[in-house]
């Protein structure tokens, strides 16, 4: 088909003096921040889902976005001209990556043999595109969530055959990655979670989740797929409270199922502030449990209570985020997807690219000023006096296991312990954060 961006050219970086709206100011893919290229250190995705599944509806109204692919016709011809534009828009936006789900690229027919095939062809159409273009796939899912059978859960379902069903889509979608060279496979439990314990079985629903896990680990390792397994936490929504609340919520369940070696998280901005965290909270606690794989990179709407996948644009925000990643190392298999749509009345088709030029300049800002404090980390020398005692003797004796706690008793009384208060500075590191921020 011909060009349907066709008055936008490939986005460059033209710096911050540019009055161009359709190039970079802050992201330079080649310039090299401790050691890394930006390319490297941000591993940029762009979605299928929101940019060409999305028709722009929502509960109150019909879709406003006037797509050819989305038009009445052979859906196999749509799903060809819808990836025919995915990868012109992949291409020109200049991100090295994109992500999917199996029914974003092909339809799922009216079976399950017609969904296998559809995908297989279409996974054929991707391969090529890939070659063509030179673009990675960063991560590839299934869509266990949308298609009225799973109203009631995927592998939380109380019938076992919509289970089966949705392992059968995970089967072919792990495969499909593990073609296209994927970096990740996620899960993401859309509406495993429960609305009323009136006719919910936890017990049960959890034991089925944690086989269904089980069962994607081992196919992992049958097929050598050598990426990561992520799972990406969600509190509430689809489902009034879903069984992946939050990362801390994951670890345990992972723990649960003797899976914490073999699954990380995919963690959402939006999906981490319904739970009631901060973005870098659960980065950080990712990191802490050695749970860190990938990020859907979002935002919401604080005067909105549900996920609005808003594109990011508080350097404020991500400069925190991107400390912690650069404090965990930066990233390995993962990378930032933008898992975020352009409003219902963003119906120009350089909307989206609009959207995805500021939330990567966004980052890309945030990751120079985490570079500076990291290079500086007055933050991290703060923290290490502030444990200090711990690298005592008392301290490593209490951690080692040296110590009962009568025996901890018996050592305060003797040494007629008086600990002292200390200023934790909040404020002052507030300050200091903000000085980078705004150099």
Same mark, same amino acid.
């Given at each position: 088909?011909?060009?349907?961006?066709?008055?936008?050219?490939?986005?460059?970086?033209?710096?911050?003096?540019?009055?161009?709206?359709?190039?970079?100011?802050?992201?330079?893919?080649?310039?090299?921040?401790?050691?890394?290229?930006?390319?490297?250190?941000?591993?940029?995705?762009?979605?299928?889902?929101?940019?060409?599944?999305?028709?722009?509806?929502?509960?109150?109204?019909? +879709?406003?976005?006037?797509?050819?692919?989305?038009?009445?016709?052979?859906?196999?011809?749509?799903?060809?001209?819808?990836?025919?534009?995915?990868?012109?828009?992949?291409?020109?936006?200049?991100?090295?990556?994109?992500?999917?789900?199996?029914?974003? /690229?092909?339809?799922?027919?009216?079976?399950?043999?017609?969904?296998?095939?559809?995908?297989?062809?279409?996974?054929? /159409?991707?391969?090529?595109?890939?070659?063509?273009?030179?673009?990675?796939?960063?991560?590839?899912?299934?869509?266990?969530?949308?298609?009225?059978?799973?109203?009631?859960?995927?592998?939380?379902?109380?019938?076992?055959?919509?289970?089966?069903?949705?392992?059968?889509?995970?089967?072919?979608?792990?495969?499909?990655?593990?073609?296209?060279?994927?970096?990740?496979?996620?899960?993401?439990? +859309?509406?495993?979670?429960?609305?009323?314990?009136?006719?919910?079985?936890?017990?049960?629903?959890?034991?089925?989740?944690?086989?269904?896990?089980?069962?994607?680990?081992?196919?992992?390792?049958?097929?050598?797929?050598?990426?990561?397994?992520?799972?990406?936490?969600?509190?509430?929504?689809?489902?009034?409270?879903?069984?992946?609340?939050?990362?801390?919520?994951?670890? +345990?369940?992972?723990?649960?199922? +003797?899976?914490?070696?073999?699954?990380?998280?995919?963690?959402?901005?939006?999906?981490?502030?319904?739970?009631?965290?901060?973005?870098?909270?659960?980065?950080?606690?990712?990191?802490?449990?050695?749970?860190?794989?990938?990020?859907?990179?979002?935002?919401?709407?604080?005067?909105?209570?549900?996920?609005?996948?808003?594109?990011?644009?508080?350097?404020?925000?991500?400069?925190?985020?991107?400390?912690?990643?650069?404090?965990?190392?930066?990233?390995?298999?993962?990378?930032?997807?933008?898992?975020?749509?352009?409003?219902?009345?963003?119906?120009?088709?350089?909307?989206?690219?609009?959207?995805?030029?500021?939330?990567?300049?966004?980052?890309? =800002?945030?990751?120079?000023?985490?570079?500076?404090?990291?290079?500086?980390?007055?933050?991290?020398?703060?923290?290490?006096?502030?444990?200090?005692?711990?690298?005592?003797?008392?301290?490593?004796?209490?951690?080692?296991?040296? =110590?009962?706690?009568?025996?901890?008793?018996?050592?305060?009384?003797?040494?007629?312990?008086?600990?002292?208060?200390?200023?934790?500075?909040?404020?002052?590191?507030?300050?200091?954060?903000?000085?980078?921020?705004?150099?």
């Amino acid at each position: 088909m011909s060009e349907f961006f066709k008055n936008i050219n490939t986005i460059k970086f033209e710096g911050t003096e540019t009055n161009n709206s359709l190039a970079f100011r802050h992201y330079n893919p080649d310039r090299m921040i401790m050691g890394k290229s930006m390319k490297d250190h941000l591993r940029f995705a762009a979605c299928y889902w929101h940019n060409f599944c999305s028709q722009g509806a929502d509960v109150f109204g019909a +879709g406003t976005y006037d797509r050819p692919w989305h038009k009445a016709g052979d859906p196999m011809a749509m799903a060809r001209m819808k990836a025919d534009v995915a990868f012109e828009f992949f291409t020109k936006l200049n991100v090295p990556f994109y992500c999917f789900h199996d029914t974003d /690229v092909a339809p799922e027919g009216n079976s399950l043999k017609e969904y296998v095939n559809n995908f297989a062809e279409m996974v054929d /159409v991707l391969e090529q595109k890939q070659d063509e273009t030179g673009l990675k796939l960063l991560w590839g899912t299934a869509n266990a969530f949308s298609n009225p059978r799973y109203m009631s859960g995927a592998g939380s379902n109380p019938n076992p055959e919509v289970f089966a069903y949705a392992a059968t889509q995970v089967f072919n979608a792990m495969n499909a990655t593990q073609r296209l060279g994927g970096e990740n496979y996620v899960v993401w439990g +859309g509406r495993e979670g429960y609305e009323t314990l009136l006719n919910t079985d936890l017990r049960q629903e959890r034991e089925q989740l944690g086989r269904f896990m089980q069962m994607v680990v081992e196919h992992k390792h049958k097929i050598g797929f050598k990426g990561a397994i992520l799972i990406e936490p969600k509190p509430q929504e689809p489902t009034k409270h879903q069984y992946d609340y939050d990362t801390a919520t994951v670890y +345990g369940f992972l723990k649960q199922f +003797g899976l914490e070696n073999e699954v990380k998280v995919n963690i959402e901005a939006n999906h981490a502030t319904l739970a009631g965290h901060s973005f870098q909270h659960e980065i950080a606690m990712a990191t802490s449990l050695g749970l860190f794989g990938s990020i859907d990179a979002n935002r919401g709407d604080a005067q909105l209570g549900w996920d609005t996948d808003q594109f990011p644009n508080s350097v404020e925000e991500n400069t925190l985020v991107m400390y912690e990643i650069l404090k965990a190392g930066g990233f390995t298999t993962g990378g930032f997807n933008f898992d975020a749509h352009v409003r219902r009345p963003s119906i120009a088709s350089e909307d989206l690219f609009h959207g995805h030029i500021g939330g990567m300049d966004v980052m890309a =800002l945030s990751l120079d000023r985490a570079a500076g404090m990291i290079e500086n980390d007055i933050l991290a020398n703060h923290v290490a006096k502030r444990y200090a005692g711990w690298n005592s003797d008392m301290g490593k004796r209490i951690m080692s296991g040296e =110590l009962s706690l009568a025996a901890l008793a018996d050592h305060a009384v003797t040494n007629q312990l008086q600990p002292q208060s200390v200023s934790g500075q909040q404020e002052f590191l507030e300050n200091v954060v903000n000085n980078f921020i705004f150099k």
